[in-house]
């Protein structure tokens, strides 16, 4: 490779790594908490993963004749969805065709959207069942950044596209060294040579989970927020509809007979018959087509255990009046190429397919690359940080750089607290969850990163935002024991593992880093009073 060349891929690589490094950040630390999505929202409501949670054990009679309670349902068609595990699942009643148009000059177009508790069989809205698992989960791919359409999601395809362009001209600026400089560590050299030896070898560490997590997540938002809409309107002449029956996205369509059924029927049996079809079918939505008319139909999809396969789709659909199979898809034979790619992508990127230990090797990969991402931007800091640059531009520069350490260190501290607050705050059923979750995180978000900008030591943000937020975390399982009565060693007793998985984290993350927090030594950081330059004694991070 001629010296042009590599110069240009050095430079692109390390200007595309500056300007996404604080975004990319927000989506590694959020994203490593949302591989815990469902743990936090069984944690935060107490509804632990009890037996009949499934969609594939909720008595579907009751829950019919519960609907049927708050308005008719003759003729509706009702869609369950079970996108995560947790004890509340996804209903839409969509009535009549004849009842649509008032129905959604009436009430809009989530009218009839709800969640219903599988245990209780209790309803709530969106807002009512809003979790602090969903705004973390949401947060790592910016949905509360769309102020003018999915603004937010372009903003994180963006974001995945330069962070796969900067794992590339990474892999390429480091190949002829990446196996010698994979053991170089060298913590007594300059503070140069120690930020770049632990930005290579963390960065080849998890090189592969980093271009991986880079490709799924451009092919799941770019795909969504720019080549869907663009791919729709070129090749369907803006017929969404047409597009997603060729996808197959849409649900097979059955016309009402306009008469009502006459037998006695049971949706339980039906779910029934299907389990017994294919033992290691995994039920994630039931659609049940013109309730109680003669030409009802129900549909139940699902995938088989990953233990069978790791990438499967399933259906059958029975018509209720003579109880034969409509049409059926086994989850055991091969799938199409579309949906096969879909969904290893969408299992990779999620992380889903391997229980706990997967998860946890997620997490550990997606705190490695946040560090990734802080010793590159330090790199930076440090090779301007030179005499032959100017006083203004190297203060700049610092200015910049407490800024942004301030703002990704205390996201720590900061979701530890989120936790605490939503634990002890929001136990009226009432509450506006969301808001109340906005509130509190953007606002002591705000708080800390101010606050660590203006001490303007790169050295006390690191120290104080490790320190405070274990501390914080140490509070929550106990916070969780004095509010619900599931004291650790009563999760474990009862087998609450969803819940004493979070408990247990935060004990361990906040034991861990109060105890990284007790090392590091605070170095007093001294302004040069001729040239207003911004110069540390040591380096940013000291440790005993």
């Keep these: ?100 148009a008032k129905e959604g000059e009436r009430r809009g177009r989530r009218g009839n959207f709800i969640y219903l508790n599988t245990q209780d069989f209790k309803t709530y809205d969106y807002q009512s069942s809003y979790s602090l698992g969903e705004f973390l989960y949401r947060l790592h791919f910016f949905a509360q950044l769309n102020f003018f359409g999915r603004s937010g999601y372009l903003l994180a395809g963006l974001v995945a596209f330069f962070f796969l362009f900067a794992v590339i001209t990474g892999v390429i600026v480091h190949w002829k060294k990446i ?15 120690l930020w770049t030896d632990a930005h290579t070898a963390l960065g080849i560490l998890g090189l592969p989970y980093q271009f991986m997590f880079a490709l799924t997540g451009v092919y799941i938002i770019i795909g969504l927020t720019i080549m869907s809409p663009a791919i729709i309107s070129y090749a369907y002449s803006g017929d969404q509809e047409k597009a997603y029956d060729d996808f197959g996205f849409n649900p097979p369509k059955f016309e009402a007979a306009g008469n009502p059924l ?48 790791f990438a499967s789709l399933g259906n059958v659909i029975y018509k209720v009046s003579t109880g034969e199979i409509v049409q059926e898809k086994s989850p055991m034979e091969g799938v199409s190429y579309l949906d096969g790619a879909r969904a290893v992508i969408v299992r990779l990127h999620f992380g889903d397919y391997g229980g706990i230990a997967v998860k946890l090797i997620y997490f550990g990969l997606g705190i490695l690359t946040c560090f990734v991402i802080i010793s590159g931007v330090m790199i930076w800091l440090v090779a301007r940080d030179k005499k032959h640059v100017s006083p203004a531009k190297r203060k700049f520069n610092a200015w910049l750089v407490w800024f942004y350490l301030a703002g990704c260190l205390s996201m720590y501290p900061v979701t530890a607290f989120t936790f605490l607050a939503v634990k002890l705050g929001l136990q009226d059923a009432d509450a506006d969850r969301m808001e109340f979750i906005f509130q509190t995180y953007f606002w002591s978000w705000l708080a800390f990163t101010l606050l660590f900008t203006f001490l303007r030591n790169n050295t006390i943000t690191n120290k104080y935002t490790l320190l405070s937020g274990g501390l914080i975390g140490l509070l929550i399982p106990i916070a969780n024991g004095f509010v619900t009565g599931n004291w650790i060693w009563v999760t474990i007793t009862n087998d609450y593992s969803d819940i004493f998985l979070i408990d247990a984290f935060w004990l361990v993350t906040s034991v861990t880093t109060i105890l990284i927090a007790w090392k590091i030594k605070s170095k007093k950081i001294e302004e040069e009073p001729n040239s207003g330059a911004v110069k540390s004694k040591t380096s940013a991070v000291a440790m005993n």
């Design 179 to 193: 196996i010698s400089n994979f053991y170089v560590f060298r913590p007594n050299n300059s503070i140069k040579n």
């Design 262 to 309: 006459n037998t006695d029927f049971s949706i339980n049996k039906f779910r029934d018959l299907a389990k017994q079809k294919w033992p290691e079918f995994v039920m994630n939505r039931a659609t049940i087509f013109n309730f109680g008319d003669e030409n009802m139909h129900v549909l139940f999809e699902g995938k088989s255990t990953f233990e069978s396969k």
């Design 1 to 100: 490779m001629s010296n042009r060349i590599y110069n240009i891929l050095f430079h692109t690589h390390t200007i595309s790594g500056i300007i996404i490094s604080v975004a990319l950040y927000v989506i590694f630390f959020a994203g490593s908490f949302s591989f815990f999505r469902d743990e936090i929202v069984s944690w935060e409501r107490n509804e632990p993963l009890a037996q009949g949670w499934m969609l594939g054990e909720m008595d579907f009679d009751q829950v019919m004749d519960t609907l049927g309670k708050d308005k008719p349902l003759l003729g509706s068609t009702i869609a369950f969805n079970q996108y995560y595990d947790e004890q509340r699942l996804s209903v839409t009643v969509t009535p009549p065709v004849d009842e649509q």
